[in-house]
């Protein structure tokens, strides 16, 4: 039997405002627990929610860059139930008309390339607080059996993104996952720290046999607190589902958690013990009305989305767009790129050689070295310096490599031609030059010279070697080559 | 001087003939004698009041006061007094101070204000009695076995004994009119959102709209112009033109001030069972309007015999999930033992409310629960459109609507508090003005032959405050029911 599956996936993201949804306590993450928490934060008795204007104009910016609809009025909903860290005994959020409706995410998958991921909703909604267990009940805490409630998350905006079931893998859902991770980033509406929250993803996993129009049961993952966790997570729950089915059983529709350390997932509840979370229009906060003039502000100043500036790539700079979807990973590394090929360096610099070198040599570097681009030690326009020379021919590429190496440390004051001149690593491209050299090399190895005329196609690789480290690289290759080839012959 | 009204006392203080700290004082020992018999108040700052009182009469020496400048005041005990106990008439808030102050507590406190204390309540608003309340039935000045009304029986009570000249009061579906009718002095429920509900403890959130109790339609008048104004703290506050609602009171309209004014009687109102002497003082009300140059102009209101269940489907709605947030953890009581959380928000909840505040929840959960929603809750919501669509049609032909405030007169303690039906039916004739959003003043115009007071109730539009107080002001300039003061409380 061939199974198929089907995966949709909720996403909270932390919008970045500096003030709560409802309140003027700050968000900032990490501070003493209870200090960024207000009167309303804590629900005290007759205090009332106002709507942070920040938060809704980040998610039209969302909406506008996945092309929904947004709602020009939209309803705040209660959804009602008990916990300690819900301090109002209900939530705020979005129920029957969200701020953001449809629209759609273009990824590139695995397995079946480019397409796009429809979107149901976005909705705004609040955080609710976080309760301590450890601190409180283990060994050296608090208090045996107790939890201690930190409020201040509650009342963080959060935009929660809704995704149709569109994606068929677990390496779907992972592309699905950054590719939104960088588009959230990408217009500045979270900061897309997934340790701190800040982006969480639940998935909802089913199986059902290739063919079947009918969607099969799901069940709805928690605690997705990476990607890898995340691809783990669907992994696993897709073999339990089908061992389940295969062994005649039968799917409950069910909220599972996903533990990291025994890379499983377990009940946490079933669909009949979900609650009656009771929803309705939030009496204290009136319809959020969003008129055509805002969302024209809004979209003035979105920037360029990664998309359209991918394509842009391939169309300007000749790069190809599986490389182009990696240069608009996120905007740092579009601007270096955009920053490197317009440096005034005198040539035209090749896009594809910059998308290379940038996705290869400088990107191998940045996670060396555990940084971001934008802290890269070799900025756009001393690094297009050095491709110019790699470019003219000045210098070889494993050179080129050696002299980004000696920039990276800040040798010579990092610029590409002083430490090319200072290291005299200046290409070999005088044509008498490179003929001696040759004449050298094959007088110096009659042997290999030997096992070439023997018809060892190998062996002249091997010249070609002994040529470029006689000149430590610096010969020109191709001439090098040329040159070899020609006297062999002759 | 205790009897006199806010305008005259501000006038006596302004000129010096009186000291703020006299008045206050005074008051106080008043307070102090009468509470145990009304239990009228639950908390007395006699401290903070004194103190108050002295800023007062500096202010009003470097002439800097307001005209509500040195007038002593008691608050509701549902509306948040910063530093002071702020119990909502519950065991779950009973030793609950308030960490800030209302909206409407800080405009009147930077009037000039003297708060004197707090006032008894039914538990959380829920109630028509103040039988509700955790700190027992507030009684009623006119005669002590009767009820004062409620839910803001307290503050009704406190200015019908002359205790406080002013006092402010929440109404939900009738919590201040019903109270004012029943121990015969005014009320004012302002039009929703034109004071802010921030600080005022949430039972129906649209419906709920903090008012002002006072012995006169003026003395209403100058509290709603200090209590009345926008607040960014609450999404719900309108953001308004500052009025002066006591502007149309003293011009000179000669012997027909009302010349032009038609006043609606809908003929629902006075089908509906109202006792005989309340019908007939009504009755004089209105003839005594029409001699004012008013005229009468007979409405229909098909859909307002509607408005008690569908108060009854929204507000304990609403009151279900404002009341969540007493679950014991954060403040207020908590059951002293339980087994884990569920028991204790059990515990908590099943010591902290009482029976009212638990049936309300109770029915506000069902008419939520899923499959029900559209049943109850939609449906509410949609005559409470058709009623408000009735009004709108009726004010086309009249400019304030006129009836009885409460279908009885006060009734004994003890006697409706078994039929919780019976209690509701109380609200009959003032729900409907929050459900529509619009304002209402109830007014004493008579007594019945028990000796008990009679509301009257002025309904208009939504701001036309000015031109009902304005009614209810020229109909007092010919009148002295207003002036009458309980016998056990003459000064």
């Known amino acids: ?490 | 001087m205790i009897t006199s009204s806010v305008a005259e006392l501000s006038r006596s203080l302004l000129a010096r003939r009186l000291s703020s700290i006299e008045l206050t004082g005074s008051l106080l020992d008043r307070i102090e004698t009468a509470n145990p018999t009304l239990n009228a108040f639950l908390t007395i700052d006699r401290e903070g009041a004194m103190s108050q009182a002295k800023a007062a009469d500096a202010r009003i020496a470097a002439g800097t006061a307001s005209p509500l400048t040195g007038i002593p005041l008691a608050h509701k005990d549902v509306i948040m007094t910063e530093g002071l106990r702020t119990t909502c008439g519950s065991r779950m808030l009973e030793n609950f101070v308030a960490p800030y102050s209302a909206f409407v507590a800080e405009r009147l406190a930077r009037a000039g204000m003297v708060t004197v204390g707090k006032t008894n309540m039914d538990e959380f608003a829920m109630g028509s009695s103040n039988e509700n309340s955790y700190f027992g039935p507030v009684r009623n000045p006119w005669n002590t076995t009767c009820v004062a009304g409620g839910s803001s029986g307290g503050s009704a009570a406190a200015v019908a004994a002359r205790l406080v000249p002013a006092a402010t009061g929440t109404d939900t579906g009738g919590s201040i009119r019903q109270p004012a009718a029943l121990s015969g002095v005014c009320g004012l429920k302002p039009t929703y959102g034109v004071c802010s509900r921030y600080g005022l403890v949430a039972l129906a959130s649209s419906l709920d709209t903090p008012g002002v109790f006072g012995q006169t339609a003026e003395d209403c008048a100058l509290l709603l112009n200090a209590m009345a104004g926008h607040d960014a703290r609450d999404s719900t506050s309108l953001d308004r033109p500052a009025e002066d609602y006591a502007r149309q009171l003293s011009e000179n309209a000669g012997a027909k001030p009302l010349a032009g004014v038609r006043v609606g009687l809908p003929r629902e109102y006075f089908g509906a069972g109202a006792e005989p002497d309340i019908v007939d003082a009504i009755e004089t009300a209105i003839a005594g309007f029409r001699s004012l140059g008013a005229t009468t102009v007979e409405v229909s209101l098909p859909n307002v015999d509607h408005s008690l269940p569908v108060y009854y489907v929204i507000s304990p709605a609403e009151a279900s999930s404002n009341l969540a947030r007493f679950d014991g953890v954060r403040y207020g009581h908590r059951a002293a033992k339980y087994d884990d959380l569920t028991d204790m928000y059990k515990k908590t909840r099943a010591e902290g409310f009482g029976a009212e505040v638990k049936r309300r929840i109770l029915i506000g959960t069902y008419v939520l629960s899923h499959g029900y929603y559209d049943a109850y809750y939609l449906k509410a919501q949609q005559v409470r459109r058709l009623i408000a669509d009735d009004f709108r049609k009726a004010y086309q032909r009249c400019d304030v609507i006129v009836g009885p405030t409460s279908p009885t007169t006060a009734f004994c303690i003890g006697d409706n508090i078994d039929d919780p039906l019976k209690m509701y039916l109380n609200d009959i004739f003032t729900i409907a003005s929050n459900l529509t959003g619009t304002p209402a003043i109830s007014i004493p115009c008579g007594f019945d032959g028990k000796g008990l007071p009679i509301g009257l109730q002025i309904q208009g539009n939504a701001f036309a405050e000015a031109q009902i107080l304005n009614v209810a002001h020229r109909y007092q300039q010919t009148t002295d029911w207003h002036r009458r003061v309980p016998a056990g409380f003459a000064p």
């Not at chain 1, 942070?52 to 009025?73: D, P, Q, S, W, Y």
Request: aromatic share 6%; charged share 25%; with cysteine.
């Open chain 1, 1 to 490: 039997m061939k199974w198929e599956v089907v995966v949709g996936i909720e996403t909270h993201t932390q919008l970045s405002t500096a003030s709560k949804i409802f309140s003027s306590a700050s968000t900032a993450f990490g501070a003493v627990p209870n200090s960024h928490a207000s009167a309303v934060d804590i629900a005290l008795p007759g205090v009332l929610p106002v709507l942070n204007k920040g938060a809704v104009e980040r998610a039209i910016r969302f909406g506008l860059a996945v092309g929904g609809t947004i709602n020009r009025r939209s309803v705040f909903a209660r959804k009602n139930y008990f916990y300690p860290d819900l301090p109002k005994g209900y939530q705020i959020s979005q129920y029957e008309i969200p701020v953001v409706q449809g629209g759609s995410i273009a990824i590139v998958s695995p397995t079946r390339g480019a397409f796009r991921v429809a979107l149901t909703r976005a909705h705004l909604e609040e955080d609710a607080g976080k309760s301590l267990h450890e601190a409180f009940d283990s060994p050296g805490g608090l208090g045996r059996g107790m939890t201690g409630i930190d409020f201040n998350r509650a009342g963080t905006p959060l935009l929660e993104i809704v995704s149709e079931p569109d994606l068929r893998s677990s390496e779907e859902a992972v592309a699905y996952a950054k590719t939104l991770h960088s588009l959230v980033k990408w217009i500045g509406i979270c900061d897309g720290n997934m340790q701190e929250g800040s982006f969480r993803c639940d998935a909802n996993v089913s199986v059902r046999l290739a063919g079947d129009a009918k969607l099969g049961t799901r069940c709805e993952i928690k605690n997705l607190n990476s990607f890898r966790f995340m691809q783990q997570a669907i992994e696993f729950e897709v073999r339990r589902q089908i061992e389940l089915i295969e062994d005649g059983g039968t799917m409950v529709q069910e909220t599972r958690l996903y533990d990291p350390d025994r890379n499983e997932t377990r009940s946490m509840r079933s669909k009949e013990d979900a609650q009656d979370y009771r929803y309705f229009p939030d009496p204290d906060l009136p319809p959020l009305v969003i008129d055509g003039t805002w969302i024209e502000q809004v979209r003035a100043e979105m920037p360029e989305l990664p998309e359209s500036m991918a394509h842009r790539f391939v169309g300007d700079y000749g790069v190809p767009i599986t490389d182009a979807v990696q240069l608009t990973a996120s905007r740092e590394i579009a601007r270096y790129f955009e920053s490197t090929v317009q440096a005034p360096v005198g040539v035209h610099l090749s896009g594809k050689t910059a998308a290379n070198w940038i996705l290869g040599e400088i990107t191998a570097r940045l996670n060396r070295d555990g940084i971001e681009i934008e802290q890269a030690p070799v900025r756009p326009h001393e690094f297009a310096q050095l491709l110019a020379r790699f470019q003219d021919n000045t210098i070889a590429g494993s050179i080129a490599k050696a002299v980004l190496d000696r920039m990276w440390n800040s040798e010579i004051g990092g610029e590409a031609d002083a430490i090319i001149a200072a290291k005299g690593l200046r290409q070999i491209s005088d044509s008498g030059a490179i003929e001696k050299l040759v004449d050298d090399v094959l007088a110096a190895n009659p042997a290999i010279v030997a096992e070439y005329q023997a018809g060892k196609a190998k062996a002249f690789n091997s010249l070609v070697g002994k040529a470029m480290a006689a000149t430590k690289g610096k010969a020109n290759p191709a001439q090098v080559n040329a040159i070899l080839k020609r006297k062999l012959a002759g």
